[in-house]
């Protein structure tokens, strides 16, 4: 079953548009790559799925478990099970991070009817994901992502995702920013939340990430389309020949 | 009311008329050094009468054309039922009404003096400190509080203790004006934990003047928190001057959290070597204005002072942060930083900002900043992609703005309390339009 079904969707921004028609499908338990030059669309896409105000879907659908987000808000989006890592992760000074995760954590519980969980509940869950994804119990006192390192931003991304545990996961450029050393363990982070009943759009501008986050499809945006797609392959192809090439060819 | 205040606010307004009628029976007439002290002030408080916009330092709290002056009369001593302190009970407790002193509270190692029963048998160091801070030129309505006191309480701390001042007001049909003053004295050596509220009933445009002087002996530390709630009808000044000697440092946390008109005017002497001062300022208004106007001054060498003003003004709130700063001749390896950052969260809201340096000395460390802006919108979203609705989301963001401010202040029990108030006045701001 298709977790989640974009068809034929337009987006504008300020009235421009810059998605002209995007048609995706993703089944449960696949990870798809969406990769494109600067400028093609990728993180508008991301931004529209997630419900940012001023992304407007001017026509067409994004089908997520047979539903439609359009009109939904981004909380009531998150809490029916979509997360969306961001590029760059914003700075919340003032807001401890692991207040931030109870808050965030018990709003997605209280709007599915469920029962909130107390501070030394959330602590213990966080506490066993975060020593995977090396967080430190320093980093989950402090400020969310204030003063945070690129890595130290993009792993809390990841934490928050194997926290929430989202069905539809998307990475914006996850690897943006980051070394070797922390790109595979983020990767890893990843990995390890790959599962039959979740799909995962990762979105990436170089072929590096998915050495490490193999994905199951390679889509290939340019000019707000999806001009080609391919298996893993594709993303090699596209590192060798670049993007110029594959777009004319396609 | 505007053209009876400003008539008023010439010589000859209602508090040069209540001085001139009334010096012979305030407390403490008898006394020579004290009606010298008071006749000097009133004659500093002569030079501007109640400011206004005319007073650069007044020129956003327009004093004169908010009192209702042509009726205020004084609050006499009423006795109130006992009241409930609001932060949880310190080791001693001292509660006012309509600034007089109607408990007190204290163990031994701390001295107090009701200021409205002042006589002849006032101990030395009243005499040789009450009335020397808080009480000139720059501080008008310090000046008035001394010339014109009724009320208050003389406070000398010995040995390292907590201490609680609760201010009540009752309520009042008519608009009622009260003078009180605050001495205390913080000996050598001596660390003190201060907290301070002010609270009140209806107001009918009420004035509350407190002047308030303490002096830090060298090494002493004070740790001041306030918590100023007045009711929505009341106007407030306190005006606050500290003497800082060798070593001594006093940190203090203020939150503005009521009243038509609030204004904290602060002056900081940094007399000593190595002393230091933080002044951490909260408001939080949805309608009135919340007005911090401070003077640091750098007497010393190698003094420090750090000052973080955080505004959340919704409705028709007006928040004003002014704070000057002056390094002397001398005052070598001096250290001063000052940030002011206001958020509006409507569009009729108004936060102004002024810092100033005034710098004489060589080798010294200066900075200022300030910001005034909405909350942004890229967290606002990041927040709701996590499952926040968007209220909810918005008040974490204003919550997380103030509590940089808030900090480690006070144990957790004061803490809590202060962040029940501020809760429920962000609340009130969040929902004003």
């Given at each position: 079953m298709n977790l989640l079904e974009i068809d034929n969707l337009h987006v504008s921004i300020d009235g421009k548009e810059i998605l002209k028609g995007i048609t995706l499908s993703i089944p449960e338990g696949e990870v798809h790559a969406i990769m494109g030059p600067n400028g093609s669309g990728k993180s508008t896409l991301s931004y529209a799925l997630a419900g940012r105000a001023g992304y407007e879907v001017t026509r067409g659908r994004m089908l997520y478990r047979g539903e439609d987000l359009t009109g939904l808000s981004p909380d009531r989006r998150a809490a029916l099970g979509v997360f969306l890592a961001l590029q760059y992760p914003v700075e919340i000074p003032g807001v401890t991070t692991i207040t931030f995760l109870k808050t965030a954590l018990n709003a997605q519980r209280r709007a599915r009817g469920e029962s909130e969980m107390d501070a030394m509940q959330v602590l213990r869950r966080v506490r066993k994901k975060a020593h995977a994804l090396n967080v430190s119990e320093d980093m989950l006192k402090r400020?969310?992502?204030?003063?945070?390192?690129g890595g130290e931003k993009k792993r809390m991304e990841i934490l928050q995702m194997s926290l929430f545990e989202p069905k539809l996961a998307i990475l914006d450029e996850t690897d943006s920013g980051l070394d070797i050393d922390a790109l595979k363990l983020v990767a890893s982070g990843v990995n390890a939340q790959r599962a039959a009943d979740r799909a995962m759009l990762v979105i990436t501008h170089y072929q590096r990430l998915l050495d490490y986050i193999v994905p199951d499809r390679v889509h290939v945006l340019a000019q707000g389309r999806i001009v080609t797609s391919g298996g893993p392959d594709l993303a090699r192809e596209l590192e060798l020949r670049g993007y110029g090439a594959v777009v004319e060819a396609a | 009311m505007t053209a009876m205040a400003r008539g008023l606010s010439a010589p000859g307004d209602v508090f040069q008329d209540d001085f001139a009628r009334h010096a012979p029976e305030l407390p403490g007439a008898a006394l020579d050094w004290l009606s010298a002290r008071r006749q000097a002030a009133m004659d500093a408080f002569a030079v501007t009468g109640i400011p206004g916009r005319r007073s650069e330092a007044w020129k956003w709290t327009d004093l004169a054309n908010v009192l209702d002056s042509g009726s205020l009369a004084p609050a006499g001593f009423r006795k109130l039922a006992p009241q409930d302190s609001i932060f949880p009970k310190q080791a001693n407790e001292l509660a006012f009404s309509g600034g007089f002193l109607t408990q007190a509270s204290v163990q031994a190692g701390i001295e107090v003096v009701d200021l409205a029963k002042l006589d002849a048998e006032a101990p030395g160091w009243v005499r040789d400190n009450l009335g020397t801070l808080a009480h000139g030129l720059d501080q008008p309505m310090g000046a008035a509080s001394l010339a014109l006191m009724r009320s208050g309480a003389a406070i000398r701390v010995r040995t390292d203790t907590s201490l609680q001042l609760g201010f009540f007001q009752a309520p009042s049909q008519r608009p009622q004006v009260s003078h009180s003053r605050i001495l205390l004295v913080v000996e050598s050596g001596v660390s003190l934990r201060l907290v301070e509220s002010h609270f009140g009933a209806d107001a009918h445009g009420s004035l509350r003047n407190l002047g308030f002087e303490i002096y830090l002996r060298p090494r002493s530390r004070v740790e001041h928190i306030r918590v100023q709630k007045d009711a929505p009808d009341a106007v407030h000044l306190t005006s606050l001057g500290a003497a800082i000697e060798q070593d001594a440092s006093y940190r203090a946390l203020y939150a503005a959290l009521g009243g038509q008109l609030a204004r904290m005017d602060v002056n900081l002497r940094l007399g000593g070597v190595n002393s230091d001062a933080l002044i951490h300022h909260v408001a939080a208004l949805a309608a009135g204005s919340a007005d911090i106007t401070s003077v640091i001054d750098h007497a010393s060498p190698h003094t420090r002072s750090r000052q973080m003003f955080r505004n959340v003004v919704g409705g028709r709130g007006r928040a004003v942060n002014q704070g000057r700063v002056i390094v002397r001749h001398g005052a070598v390896g001096s250290d001063s930083h000052q940030l002011f950052k206001s958020l509006l969260l409507s569009a009729h809201a108004e936060a102004d900002a002024k810092p100033e340096l005034e710098i004489f000395a060589d080798d010294v460390l200066c900075g200022h900043g300030t910001a005034i802006g909405a909350l942004e919108e890229d967290a606002v979203f990041y927040l709701r992609s996590r499952g926040i609705p968007e209220p909810e989301a918005k008040l974490l963001l204003i919550r997380g703005f103030v509590a940089e401010a808030i900090g480690e202040f006070g144990d957790e029990a004061i803490r809590d309390v202060i962040w029940r108030e501020l809760d429920a006045a962000l609340a009130s701001v969040e929902s004003a339009q």
């Open positions: 400020p969310l992502n204030a003063g945070f390192s | -």
